[in-house]
């Protein structure tokens, strides 16, 4: 029998929060875990974990059924309504609130909750490292994951490793226009940087090999403001990178995150702040419900199974990294509510502002143009009786 593809698929929901946006209670990762085992049990699933990051749960299963299967998309959907039962029997704070449609329609996308799938068939020794991320946009990975697939001084593989000397090939999201662009690495860097400087409007949603199209990495993209029109909370993105052997180490998929970048979301979604790597038991966001954390699970897969998780981020060498993130939210909370530290208008349009300029659009006046008025010439006064016989002109 010929070997199957697995396929991972990470889908995340925020269903409730303890304390406000702060973390996720026990009981509903227990419940949304009861669901997995169940799907576990009819063979749906080969493999299943539950984790939270903040005030998000965070779904990771491995399966045969392929990426946008219906079947594991209304398998997570469920698990975000059965926890989310729970959440509202405790009065947990914005229970469902990811949740933006009353019932499973076939494709969970467009529905609320971040979706990150890959398929591929196993390796000898399959690494895999998935990152989860709390206040915060999808566009929070553009800068880490070029670094990872495109810049030497951060994955010497680039040049080391033979099999990486092709590049890699980025696909990117127009997440307003939703339009999708492919551009190869290093041909087409400078593109590429052009687009995802933009992180708010063109994301990178997958990474392949250029050499063999194997994919290498996968990112949730779905904004919830974009699906809402309106601000419902931050998109709280999730993010599948595959390591070693032809992709990036490791410790070269890690090393983007020993700088704490500025990404868009904080406190109600609204503020640029840095994105703190923290271990599992730190990523609990309190100061002004930040600043943005992020957190990474790294797996062996064996025949499907997870092996792990080792909490990635629970090392002292990224302490100097979080020292530096913390200074960097000292430095933009002292802005207020002032720009850069809040978020430009295009962006606040997907908050509360148009609430507000709804209420006082009729006390804004036009201002006339204002026209030069042409100046009046002197009078002149003529004397007549100048001695020299000449007028004299005062």
Known sequence: MAEQK???SVIKADVGGFVGHSWVHPDLIKEAQRKMDEAKKKRLLIDAQVLNCGDDIELIMTHNKGIDNSDIHELAWNSFVASTEVAKKLKMYGAGQDLLADAFSGNIKGMGPGVA???FFERRSEPVIVFMADKC???AWNLPVFRMFADPFCSPGLVIDIGMHQGFDFEVVDVYESKIITLHCPDEMYELLMFIGAH???????VTRHTDGEIACAASTQKLSLIAGKYVGKDDPVLVVRAQSGFPAVGEILEPFSFPHTVAGWTR???HGPLMPVAFKNATPSRLDGPPRVICAGYQLANGKLIGPRDMFDD???DYTRKQACEAAEYFRRHGPFE????PLEEME??????????LKSRFIAMKDKKETAKKPKKVAVNSHSKSGEMEID
């Not at 850069?340 to 978020?343: G, K």
């Not at 997907?350 to 209420?359: C, L």
């Open 269 to 271: 979604g609204s503020h």
């Open 117 to 119: 799938e890959m398929e």
């Open 6 to 8: 697995l396929t991972l």
């Open 316 to 318: 002292p060498i990224f």
């Open 350 to 359: 997907y908050t509360t502002m148009p609430q507000i300029m709804e209420k």
């Open 200 to 206: 708010e409007k063109y994301m990178i949603t997958k």
């Open 137 to 139: 946009s999808p566009g």
């Open 340 to 343: 850069p530290h809040r978020l």
